[in-house]
């Protein structure tokens, strides 16, 4: 597909993956495609909706998780119980909760991490320059307010162009990467 990739599997036993930008749902094909490439296995949150016959059984051999998204449910803490079960999981996460535009990201990854005592790598693929890998490992603090500033402030400074140009924000931050 003319991709490049860009570090090979996280050796560590449990992490979460962090997949940025999510403006399309081919993200999750070439992350997927780059992940297996190199011989990793992810898991990922899929809402239940798309386990139907016979597409939940791909999701499920792909390592997907269905996800209740209905009102009441605690997605964090489903994801934390299964972590936790879990004697190997690369949970991978799209921050942005959506394919749309937004500066406010979900900051259940950061839950789920800290909850876990898991690093985070901060992961991406770019449509501008097609290269698909992780980053540096990031290791949540007790304060996920910066810890998400952090995070948003390494992507902007990264200059990422999603597959929809227009639905990619990390919000208003100053860019800065962190160093491995």
């Not at 996280?10 to 992350?31: N, R, W, Y």
């Not at 936790?84 to 949970?91: C, D, E, S």
């Not at 789920?112 to 540096?136: E, R």
């Not at 999603?162 to 100053?174: I, P």
């Amino acid at each position: 597909m003319g991709w490049t990739t860009v570090g090979g599997v996280i050796e560590e036993p449990k992490c979460i993956l962090l997949g940025v930008p999510h403006t399309s749902v081919m993200d999750f094909v070439i992350a997927w495609a780059y992940y297996s490439s190199v011989g990793g296995t992810a898991n990922i949150m899929i809402k239940k909706e798309f386990f139907f016959w016979p597409m939940g059984i791909l999701l499920r051999k792909m390592g997907a998780i269905p996800v209740d998204r209905s009102k009441g449910s605690n997605v964090a803490l489903h994801n934390i119980q299964a972590m936790k079960a879990a004697t190997r999981m690369h949970l991978a996460i799209a921050p942005e909760g959506t394919r749309k535009k937004t500066d406010k990201w979900k900051m259940g990854f950061l839950t789920i991490a800290k909850a876990c005592n898991v690093p985070i790598y901060l992961g991406y693929f770019d449509y501008g320059c097609k290269k698909v890998g992780h980053g540096p490992r990031f290791v949540a603090t007790d304060n996920p307010k910066e810890d998400m500033r952090r995070i948003q402030a390494h992507y902007a400074a990264m200059h990422l162009k999603g597959r929809h140009k227009d639905s990619f924000s990390c919000g208003n931050v100053e860019p800065q990467l962190i160093e491995e």
